[in-house]
């Protein structure tokens, strides 16, 4: 035993004495890393990725769809708590193949009046557009100059947060394949949560 540890020690002693002999620190692991992700909070420090890399496709071009009925809304739930209900139209929802989630949101506060707007969400930078809104006339008011603004967790933002995260897109970056599938995410969410027991 004393013979293997003198050995060892002075292999070790050789392999420091070599001029030639430079130790490099491990590489760090390959991945994506998050550099180009968004933030929830850019400034908190417990800030974490959302999605998959910040791509943007160029835009399609679009039309405006028919005002919403109110057969067609599928309401979901809020991840905040709020003195609100939130629906989207299910005629209105497309995936385009430029990767944007388009639909059409309706927010009524309690006791409040009814907001509609259609917006588009993209998913990897985490962003919405608002595209027009809808007065009690039922007609589009498009808006002046459409711009992307990033989804946030904090006062109306809180219903594009909670459809980013819980609906309209992949952890991947990418967007829910397709309406049917988003219809179908918000259908078992509320399932689940209309047959929930409490103790």
Not at 41 to 60: C, H, I, Q, T
Not at 62 to 71: F, G, M, T, V, Y
Request: glycine share 8%.
């Amino acid at each position: 035993m004393a013979l293997r540890t003198a050995a060892l020690v002075m292999v070790l002693s050789a392999l420091a004495g070599c001029g030639g002999m430079n130790v490099q620190p491990a590489e760090p692991a390959r991945g994506r890393g998050d550099a180009d992700m968004p933030k929830e909070n850019p400034n908190a420090p417990d800030a974490k990725p959302w999605f998959g890399p910040s791509v943007r496709l160029p835009e399609e071009a679009i039309s405006l769809p028919s005002p919403p009925q109110d057969a067609d809304l599928q309401r979901f739930e809020l991840r905040a708590d709020a003195n609100a209900t939130a629906a989207i139209d299910r005629r209105s929802l497309s995936v385009g193949k430029d990767a944007i989630v388009r639909y059409t949101l309706v927010v009524t506060p309690d006791g409040g009046v009814r907001n509609v707007t259609y917006e588009a969400m993209r998913c990897g930078p985490a962003e919405f557009k608002i595209y027009a809104t809808g007065g009690s006339h039922g007609a589009w008011t498009s808006a002046s100059q459409p711009t992307w603004r990033p989804v946030e967790s904090k006062f109306y933002n809180a219903v594009r947060y909670t459809l980013a995260k819980d609906y309209l897109c992949e952890l991947d970056g990418g967007p829910t394949a397709s309406p049917e599938r988003i219809i179908r995410r918000i259908r078992d969410s509320r399932f689940r949560l209309d047959n929930r027991t409490t103790n």
